[in-house]
């Protein structure tokens, strides 16, 4: 996943090593999350209207660097380690 495909101020999900990750760019840096819903584990989608990460499943929002927004999940989703090999985001 290319760092420079995620405009500032959005998120994107997918894959990095076979682990699903929700990726925010929050302008000067990344959040790099877990994208495993702490409920009961459905993924998340990028909402861009509500610049939140929803859960299809049963409802739970989570603001952009994961925490809690809206249950029924009570955990934010996990911030994952990460560095930068030639502009691809790698997990740590």
Same mark, same amino acid.
């Given at each position: 996943?290319? @760092?420079?495909?995620? *405009?500032?101020?959005?998120? %994107? =999900?997918? &894959?990095i090593?076979?682990?699903?990750? @929700?990726?925010?760019? *929050?302008?000067?840096?990344? %959040? =790099?999350? &877990?994208?495993?819903?702490?409920?009961?584990?459905?993924?998340?989608?990028?909402?861009?209207?509500?610049?939140?990460?929803?859960?299809?499943?049963?409802?739970?929002?989570?603001?952009?660097?994961?925490?809690?927004?809206?249950?029924?999940?009570a955990?934010?989703?996990?911030?994952?380690?990460?560095?930068?090999?030639?502009?691809?985001?790698?997990?740590d």
């Amino acid at each position: 996943m290319k @760092a420079s495909d995620i *405009a500032s101020g959005h998120g %994107v =999900v997918g &894959e990095i090593n076979g682990r699903p990750v @929700a990726v925010y760019n *929050a302008g000067d840096r990344l %959040v =790099v999350l &877990e994208n495993i819903c702490t409920h009961m584990g459905c993924q998340t989608d990028w909402n861009d209207s509500g610049d939140s990460w929803d859960c299809p499943c049963h409802g739970s929002r989570y603001h952009p660097d994961g925490s809690v927004m809206l249950g029924p999940a009570a955990q934010p989703l996990p911030r994952l380690q990460y560095r930068l090999e030639n502009g691809e985001i790698a997990l740590d």
